[in-house]
Every structure is written in C-alpha cells, then in structure tokens.
Nanobody
Framework: QLELVASGGGLVHSGGSLRLSCAAS????????IGWFRRAPGKERVGIPS????????NYADSVKGRFTISKDRTKNTVYLKINSLKPEDTAVYYC???????????????????????WGQGTRVTVSS
C-alpha cells in the first residue's frame, strides 16, 4: 500500500521551531517531488514550499520565505519541513503531497495546482500559542 505519513506537529509557543516529516511507505520518493500544504482554521488549503524530485530546486510561498525550509533525505525516504520563528498564524493542519514524473526531476511542482500531485498524506496539526 502506497502511503505518505506526515508527522512532527504539536503545540508550540510563538517564536519556537518545529520540524515536520513526510515519510513514504510502500514506495521510494526518489522520483517524486514533494509539496507541503497547510489549511488554517476556516481557510482554504494553500501550498507553502515544494521541492523537486532530485532535491536541487525549491519553491516557497512569499508568506513563508525566510522561516520555512524544505529538504529531502533520500537515504531516509523522507522530506522535511523546518519551521522557525513560529507565529500564531502558522496554526494549521499541514499536509505533504507527492508528484511523480520526470517533469519534476529538476523543477518543483506548483504550489497552486493540487492536481499535479498524485499522493497525499493525512496531515499533522500544528498549533502555535501566543
């Protein structure tokens, strides 16, 4: 069974840091690009960063540039999202998604076109207290 498992969320104070993980089960992420999305309470899901399959190219939403870092560890079959200087407005459920194909080997998928992604994780909740 092919599955993406997002983990690492929790309750943190404003200004703190978290590292979210997106692990693949049942398949290798080697040929998959990954995007992270989040859905804040009462809002639509939005893309934040994405990374190409080979890890050499990334794309960040303007709202998270400078605080969020996406990275890919092929040996662990996992993609990470490091979040620094957390703010209450970062409170959301965070999802990872995988996009397959040579199109994404060297370029990251769009943060707006969810149809480009083939598999989705179940989400991990991040709550930031002020």
């Amino acid at each position: 069974q092919l599955e993406l498992v997002a983990s690492g969320g929790g309750l943190v104070h404003s200004g703190g840091s978290l590292r979210l993980s997106c692990a693949a089960s049942g398949f290798s992420l080697e040929h998959y690009a990954i995007g992270w999305f989040r859905r804040a309470p009462g809002k639509e899901r939005v893309g934040i960063p994405s990374i190409s399959a080979f890890g050499g190219s990334t794309n960040y939403a303007d709202s998270v540039k400078g605080r969020f870092t996406i990275s890919k560890d092929r040996t662990k079959n996992t993609v990470y999202l490091k979040i620094n200087s957390l703010k209450p407005e970062d409170t959301a459920v965070y999802y990872c998604a995988a996009a397959y194909g040579s199109t994404w080997y060297h370029q990251p998928p769009s943060l707006k076109n969810e149809y480009e992604y083939d598999y989705w994780g179940q989400g991990t909740r991040v709550t930031v207290s002020s």
